[in-house]
DNA sequence: ATCATATTGTTACTATTTTCACAATAACCA
DNA sequence: TGGTTATTGTGAAAATAGTAACAATATGAT
């Protein structure tokens, strides 16, 4: 079992590639091919693909269809993934407006917000009280949610969701939360990002 | 010189986790008090501290003070880091409200925008149209540059603001941008980010 | 039908990252 | 002061990830 996280965003770009290579009529495609569109070299490609017994066909390539159907389903893409926000700030608000996830078969289904200000049952996704959250993770079948609450808040909210049912967070508080039996936490921290970025460019300008 | 981007972003941890055993009243602090508080090993941490030649004292740890000074000099925490956002959308209105940086002592001088309805030189971030783009960036000898325009307007965006003088950029759309010769771009791919926690949720589910 | 060629799939190799282990030594105690 | 102990700093080992090489083989050309 491949638990290589880079292996996995691979994929992701692999799949990302491959529509586009259909949408301009290609019906077959090299390894060599993807991995110029996706920044990587034909090996790693190949590799990937073996790892998780994908094939193709000795000098034929890969047949696209095909190899989106596999991909496809590794990445889960194969049904509608329902997704909860927890937290209709900012960025929740921002996740919650976004049109691009639902052609990515990713459907944000509710936000919910401890501000009765906030909430809003008829928006296109409908913001909802806090108190509500457990019924709906259960109700829905909920696995995955996004963490958009300020970070003092995150550490509870996990909590309440976890042992509502959820699987995997997405946090975007900017805290290490503790671990939850049963649950992967993956952290967005944009200002570790920032700061990364930061760091490599002083690093590229002391080297000229 | 470093380029493992994973031990950056723990210098980043450090760092965070010194400020918070600071305020709790800690002076110093052992190697592995800081790989509990950022879920790391004691090992991991020393490492990290040598390839970067910080050095503490046998028996007494490291004194949280001076520690912080040298993370903050590596990380360029030593000045003020200016920032401007290209697309003053949904997540581009998000980042310039969130006051989160500037404690990080990253400050967003700007937004720019091509819709004229977005144009107000009065926010707290003043949104300017993205004509003032160039200028601005010079003016300001700014280097850091944060993408939230739609796709397709990405690609030209990161041209226009590289060839005034941006050295990295953060991308939020989710494409892959052709590299840009004296540029360092890291993308904040929201999409994958869920794609990937899906993947490791069903994975998990699988092994039980 | 045969041959040359292009491309896969996998194994072997290399590089990178993490973990381990322990000598060196500073702090503390009796 | 001398001995004991806790902790660092680092080089060696292990684990993980990525690259290269090439035998196997399907395809298309002649
Ligand atoms: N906005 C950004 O650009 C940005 C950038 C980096 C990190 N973050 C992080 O993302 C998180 C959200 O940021 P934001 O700017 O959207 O904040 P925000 O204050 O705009 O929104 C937070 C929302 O969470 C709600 N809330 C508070 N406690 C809650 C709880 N227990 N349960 C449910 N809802 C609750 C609040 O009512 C509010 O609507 C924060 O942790 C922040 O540090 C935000
Ligand atoms: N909103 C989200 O939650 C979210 C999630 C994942 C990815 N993204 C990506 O982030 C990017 C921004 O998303 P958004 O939701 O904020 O979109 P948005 O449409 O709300 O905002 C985009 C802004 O960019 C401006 N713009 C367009 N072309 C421009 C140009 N050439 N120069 C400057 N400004 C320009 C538009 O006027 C608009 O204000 C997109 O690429 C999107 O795919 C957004």
């Given at each position: 079992?491949?638990?290589?996280?880079?292996?996995?965003?691979?994929?992701?770009?692999?799949?990302?590639?491959?529509?586009?290579?259909?949408?301009?009529?290609?019906?077959?495609?090299?390894?060599?091919?993807?991995?110029?569109?996706?920044?990587?070299?034909?090996?790693q490609v190949r590799k990937d693909f073996s790892l998780f017994g994908i094939s193709g066909n000795k000098k034929g390539g890969y047949q696209i269809d095909i190899l989106l159907e596999k991909l496809n389903s590794i990445l889960g893409k194969d049904q509608l993934q329902k997704v909860i926000v927890i937290?209709?700030?900012h960025i929740g608000s921002a996740l919650m407006r976004y049109r691009g996830f639902e052609k990515e078969g990713i459907k944000i289904l509710g936000g919910f917000d401890i501000d009765p200000a906030k909430i809003n049952r008829n928006s296109v996704v409908p913001i909802l009280p806090l108190e509500e959250v457990k019924a709906f993770i259960k109700a829905q079948g909920i696995k995955i949610a996004i963490l958009a609450v300020p970070d003092i808040a995150a550490q509870q909210a996990v909590e309440m969701i976890t042992g509502a049912g959820i699987?995997?967070?997405?946090?975007?508080?900017?805290?290490?939360?503790?671990?939850?039996?049963?649950?992967?936490?993956?952290?967005v921290n944009l200002e570790i990002e920032l700061e990364n970025l930061i760091y490599f460019v002083n690093v590229e300008a002391k080297i000229k």
């Open positions: 079992m491949i638990t290589n996280k880079n292996c996995i965003i691979r994929l992701s770009r692999y799949k990302n590639a491959l529509y586009r290579l259909q949408a301009l009529g290609f019906v077959k495609v090299f390894s060599d091919n993807l991995a110029d569109s996706v920044g990587s070299t034909a090996s937290g209709a700030g699987k995997g967070v997405l946090n975007f508080a900017p805290l290490r939360l503790k671990d939850v039996e049963g649950c992967i936490i993956n952290n």
